[in-house]
């Protein structure tokens, strides 16, 4: 089993910045891609972001350039650098941990106001 806890969500203005984390901690030995997802009430989970083992990275074309996914391997963190947010990127953000599985964490709110 892998736990996955969130921290940095909030409320922020349009143009603003938010930087989550996520640490990962159990059996987390051969983790694959690690990254965050997101969902917008009355919407579909989608993917924001994923990096995985060897640091390769993808992000959904609605945060490029905007959002930076970054991973700690010693640490089993992933962290999610969002720059000039946007009132539609508010949403419950997840972050996601593949192994022969997905896991996934509880979620943190991430609302942006225009």
């Known amino acids: 089993q892998v736990q996955l806890v969130e921290s940095g969500g909030g409320l922020v203005q349009a143009g603003e910045s938010l930087r989550l984390s996520c640490a990962a901690s159990g059996s987390i030995s051969s983790i694959n891609s690690m990254g965050w997802y997101r969902q917008a009430p009355g919407k579909q989970r989608e993917l924001v972001a994923t990096i995985s083992r060897d640091g390769s990275t993808n992000y959904a074309d609605s945060v490029k350039g905007r959002f930076t996914i970054s991973r700690d391997s010693a640490k089993n963190t992933v962290d999610l650098q969002m720059n000039s947010l946007k009132p539609e990127d508010t949403a419950h953000y997840y972050c996601?941990?593949?192994?022969?599985?997905?896991?996934w964490g509880q979620g943190i709110q991430v609302t942006v106001s225009s």
């Open positions: 996601n941990v593949m192994k022969l599985r997905q896991y």
